[in-house]
């Protein structure tokens, strides 16, 4: 039976949602035991989701017409019927997180540190043609790696903290598990 969490019906959902999606993005959270309880059941469908489809792919040719007239002949792959199912489930069940502006961080001989911020250029070039990156990296990156592995499921991990010092809530870190 799934918990209320002290909450009404909308805020849990908008609640979970957002865990959720920060949790895929990022890998791991801090937050009460009592919601990353709640929050293992609803990540762990997400993926067996996209576990189940992400590789249901139609490949086909398309040939064009390019500005000098010739016929031009290029592979497109689009999605089939059960992951493009999936994915509208996925976006449904996720908040659209937007991909970041990335940050590398050099040494010198000195032993100074300096940390550059990744060029506009770069960023428009990298993130080119991705909607969704969320939903992006759910289908491209966390469902190979856990269908891979062979898991039928346990893609989540929580430790306890302990107590929160203000409210004397039980805290807990939620994670995916490599």
Same mark, same amino acid.
């Given at each position: 039976?799934?918990?209320?969490?002290? %909450?009404?019906?909308?805020? /849990?959902?908008?609640?979970?949602?957002?865990?959720?999606?920060?949790?895929?993005?990022?890998?791991? *959270?801090?937050?009460?035991?009592?919601?990353?309880?709640?929050?293992?059941?609803?990540?762990?469908?997400?993926?067996?989701?996209?576990?189940?489809?992400? $590789?249901?792919?139609?490949?086909? =040719?398309? =040939?064009?017409?390019?500005?000098?007239?010739?016929?031009?002949?290029?592979?497109?792959?689009? $999605?089939?019927?059960?992951?493009? &199912?999936?994915? /509208?489930? *996925? %976006?449904?069940?996720?908040?659209?997180?937007?991909?970041? /502006?990335?940050?590398?961080?050099?040494?010198?001989?000195?032993?100074?540190?300096?940390?550059?911020?990744?060029? *506009?250029?770069?960023?428009?070039? /990298?993130? &080119?043609?991705?909607?969704?990156?969320?939903?992006?990296?759910?289908?491209?990156?966390?469902?190979?790696?856990?269908?891979?592995?062979?898991?039928?499921?346990?893609?989540?991990?929580?430790?306890?903290?302990?107590?929160?010092?203000?409210? &004397?809530? $039980?805290? &807990?870190?939620?994670?995916?598990?490599?």
């Amino acid at each position: 039976m799934p918990r209320k969490l002290g %909450m009404t019906t909308t805020q /849990r959902k908008a609640v979970l949602r957002n865990q959720a999606s920060n949790l895929l993005w990022y890998g791991r *959270i801090e937050t009460t035991l009592g919601r990353a309880k709640e929050l293992r059941s609803y990540v762990e469908k997400i993926i067996t989701l996209a576990i189940n489809s992400y $590789d249901d792919v139609i490949e086909s =040719t398309v =040939t064009t017409k390019d500005k000098k007239g010739k016929d031009v002949t290029t592979k497109v792959l689009k $999605d089939g019927g059960k992951k493009l &199912a999936a994915r /509208r489930k *996925i %976006m449904s069940l996720t908040y659209d997180l937007q991909e970041q /502006r990335g940050k590398t961080v050099e040494k010198n001989a000195d032993g100074e540190v300096k940390v550059t911020r990744e060029s *506009i250029k770069d960023f428009k070039a /990298r993130t &080119a043609g991705v909607k969704h990156p969320l939903v992006e990296k759910i289908f491209n990156q966390i469902a190979p790696e856990y269908a891979e592995s062979g898991r039928k499921g346990g893609y989540t991990r929580i430790y306890q903290l302990g107590m929160r010092r203000g409210d &004397a809530a $039980d805290v &807990a870190i939620i994670e995916l598990v490599k």
